[in-house]
């Protein structure tokens, strides 16, 4: 069975602070690693993962996946309080099929 | 808003009715997507529509639930005679092709 494993679970971090989330995947196919940031309700999109070894980089967050791991980490640098939410991490598995399996979500919480 | 669209946004109800939802997806985007999110879990994939095509259906869709996409715009999702493990927050998503999955913001269902 398809499966998405995150860690930690959940962190609570200063402002300021730069974490790094990890993600490990164990699929029969893997066509893309994705990220997601869930704050209340939506999960909006933060990153896609294709190839291994290059960084995708927006603003104070970054991600890059290791095939050979079968990982990928979400790093965020100065950490705000805005940043607190869950972060996601999910595989799209191809293979004829067009499913994301997700993780179990990490909640991070950032104090002032 | 030109985002993914759902409605209602909470749904009480009690065990043994029915009750349906509402997706309208980001406006050209051929591919919907319905997961189920419980508290503490990731999204877990129900189903997907190309079109107004039903292609992939998960095990977790039982016999009670169906979904419907019937010009190949909004969607529905049916749940017959609820039971209380029901209760979860239904989330579509919409995407152009196999492109990167857009959530809406979900329909939370309780099951009294």
């Known amino acids: 069975e398809d499966k998405v494993v995150q860690s930690p679970l959940s962190l609570v971090v200063h402002e300021g602070d730069t974490v790094t989330l990890n993600c490990s995947y164990e699929v029969t196919n893997f066509r893309s690693l994705l990220w997601y940031k869930q704050e209340k309700k939506a999960p909006t999109f933060l990153f896609m993962l294709t190839s291994s070894g290059i960084e995708k980089k927006s603003g104070r967050l970054s991600s890059i996946l290791d095939k050979k791991e079968l990982s990928s980490i979400l790093n965020i640098t100065a950490t705000q309080t805005g940043d607190s939410a869950i972060y996601l991490c999910a595989v799209a598995t191809g293979g004829g099929s067009e499913k994301l399996v997700f993780g179990k979500g990490m909640k991070l919480t950032v104090n002032p | ?112």
């Open chain 2, 1 to 112: 808003d030109t985002g993914v669209s759902q409605d209602p946004r909470h749904k009480i109800t009690k065990r043994g009715q029915n009750v349906t939802f509402r997706c309208d997806p980001i406006s050209e985007h051929n591919r919907l997507y319905w997961y189920r999110q419980t508290l503490g879990q990731g999204p877990e994939f129900l189903t997907y529509f190309q079109n107004e095509a039903q292609l992939e259906k998960s095990r977790l869709l039982s016999d009670r639930f169906s979904a419907e996409r019937p010009k190949g715009s909004f969607s529905t999702l049916e749940i017959q005679r609820t039971e209380q493990g029901d209760s979860a927050m239904y989330l579509c998503a919409s995407s152009v092709g196999p492109g990167t999955p857009l959530f809406g913001s979900g329909t939370q269902l309780s099951v009294l």
